[in-house]
Structures are given as structure tokens and as C-alpha cells.
């Protein structure tokens, strides 16, 4: 195999945006980094990113005023990757190193034969201290249902295009199937999570509400508290800029107090209703 590409599409993503990327730069050849019109602090962040990785990110800016231009987006990205797999990495994700580096010896060992990879996803919510519980997955892939996400893809499949409207875009061939659904001999499990922030505040006070159907993925939810000696993603214990936001912030009592109330609601509803992947 040869080159590996990530994408990296954010708008307002300040909070975890310099993690994310950090935690996975050092193992991919490039990293298209995007913005669609962010107006928080993720500017700044990108701009102190690509001046500490000149030679591996690809910075560009796109307007998007719509849902359906999300995806009209990320399949420019795609037009303009030239590696033989890439990546997706969004601005709430965080790679472990063991993680991201299973992934990548994947790709490289078996990339030929393969399609697509699968990883589990850890979800939070609350803070980083609560973890989501796993009746609350959603995504059904080749049979596999959970916490799980599609995140490497041959950029080799015929006619490979982004699909979809946001909130439940994904990866097609030239006929319009779902990668996924194409052929599940293609599609390889394996265990290599990454901790996915996606339920927690994303920016500042306010700004979360200016990004497309982001006020859907806030979750007032009492989860599980990680234990003790919990092992986190390596990459929060670095140094970082003075305008990235610690990571170690606890939900407030406003919250706590509103997630009292909903967890419960929220239990049932995952009883009597499964509910449809994406948002």
C-alpha cells in the first residue's frame, strides 16, 4: 500500500479539534483539514496546526450554508485525495496510539483485499468522566450492532462516492450502494476504539447552536463513571497551546440536574424503540 489520507471536516469544533488531530497526524502521509465558516476559536487552532505540520496538512475553507452542502463537501475532499485509503477523522474524535497504530498496520497489510474498516467508538457523555452505555449504539453494520463506525475507506472502489444528507451521510459505489452493504468479506472488525466526544459541548457558549443539527447531539445524560485508573488517549496528557480548552472540565450542576430528569426517559425510550442511525 501506499499513501494514507485523512479528512477532517469541522465548523466550530474548538474544544476537542486539537486533540483529534494531534492524536493521528503522526500516522498518516497527509490530513485534508477543512473548515466550513467556524467562528470560535477552531481558526486559530487549525492555524497553530498547520504551522506545527506544514508538510502533512491540507487547509482549505468551504461555505456551508446547508445540510445537503455537508455532503456536496466531503465529496470534494474526496475528488481531491491521491492516497489508496483515507481516513475519517472528525473534530470530535480521539485516536489511542495503540488505536490509530493497529489501524494503519491493517491498512497496510491486508489494504488490497479489503474495502472498508470498522472500529468501536466510546462514547461520553456528560464529561469526559461518564461513558455512554452500550445499548445506546445505533449503527447495524453487516450485522454487527453497537457503538461501531466505518472509519477507513479503499478509495480504489468503483465509482466511490459520499452519499447521503447530513447526519446520515456515507460512503457509496457507482450504483449508490452503501459500501457496507456491498460485501461483508470487504468489511474487516477490529478492535481498535477511539474515544468519541460527540454527545459533550464541542465550542464555546453558544457556538455549538450555529452548526448544522448540532443541538441534536447534546445528551443531558447520567452515564457511567469511568473507573478510577481509566486509561485515557495519550494525547490529553501533552502540552498544548494556551487556547485549547483542558480537557478535563466536569458537567455542571445545571446539567447534572437536567440529566437526572432525562436519563431515565432516555433508558425507556432505548427499550421501546430502537430508532434509526444518524441524526
Not at 467508538?121 to 461513558?131: E, K, S, W
Request: glycine fraction near 6%; aromatic fraction near 12%; charged fraction near 30%.
Amino acid at each position: 500500500m501506499n499513501e494514507i489520507w485523512a479528512h477532517c471536516l469541522v465548523k466550530n469544533e474548538a474544544r476537542w479539534l486539537w486533540y483529534s488531530v494531534t492524536s493521528v497526524i503522526d500516522h498518516v502521509d497527509k490530513l485534508l483539514l477543512w473548515d466550513t465558516g467556524s467562528t470560535d476559536n477552531t481558526l486559530a487552532i487549525i492555524e497553530k496546526l498547520n504551522k506545527k505540520y506544514p508538510d502533512k496538512i491540507i487547509f482549505e475553507q468551504r461555505k456551508q450554508k446547508t445540510a445537503d452542502e455537508f455532503t456536496q463537501v466531503r465529496q470534494e475532499m474526496l475528488t481531491k485525495t491521491k492516497s489508496d485509503w483515507f481516513l475519517v477523522v472528525d473534530g470530535d474524535e480521539v485516536w489511542w496510539q495503540d488505536s490509530i497504530k493497529k489501524l494503519i498496520s491493517e491498512i497496510k497489510k491486508n489494504g488490497d483485499n479489503l474495502e472498508s474498516i470498522v472500529v468501536p467508538t466510546v462514547n461520553l457523555v456528560g464529561d469526559i468522566f461518564h461513558l455512554q452505555p452500550a445499548s445506546a449504539g445505533k449503527y447495524n453494520i453487516a450485522g454487527r450492532f453497537g457503538h461501531f463506525n466505518l472509519r477507513a475507506v479503499n478509495r480504489k472502489i468503483p465509482g466511490l462516492q459520499a452519499l447521503g444528507p447530513h447526519g446520515k451521510m456515507g460512503w457509496a459505489d457507482d450504483t449508490g450502494k452503501m459500501i457496507q452493504d456491498r460485501s461483508e468479506e470487504k468489511i474487516k472488525f477490529i478492535k481498535a476504539p477511539y474515544l468519541h466526544l460527540t454527545n459533550l459541548r464541542r465550542s464555546e457558549e453558544g457556538k455549538d447552536a450555529e452548526v448544522t443539527k448540532r443541538k441534536k447531539k447534546l445528551r443531558y445524560e447520567l452515564g457511567t463513571s469511568v473507573s478510577p485508573d481509566y486509561y485515557y488517549p495519550e494525547v490529553f496528557f501533552r502540552p498544548r497551546p494556551s487556547i485549547v480548552e483542558s480537557p478535563w472540565v466536569t458537567m455542571g450542576c445545571f446539567f447534572r440536574f437536567r440529566a437526572f430528569f432525562e436519563t431515565p426517559l432516555r433508558k425507556i425510550k432505548r427499550m421501546v424503540w430502537k430508532g434509526g442511525v444518524g441524526y
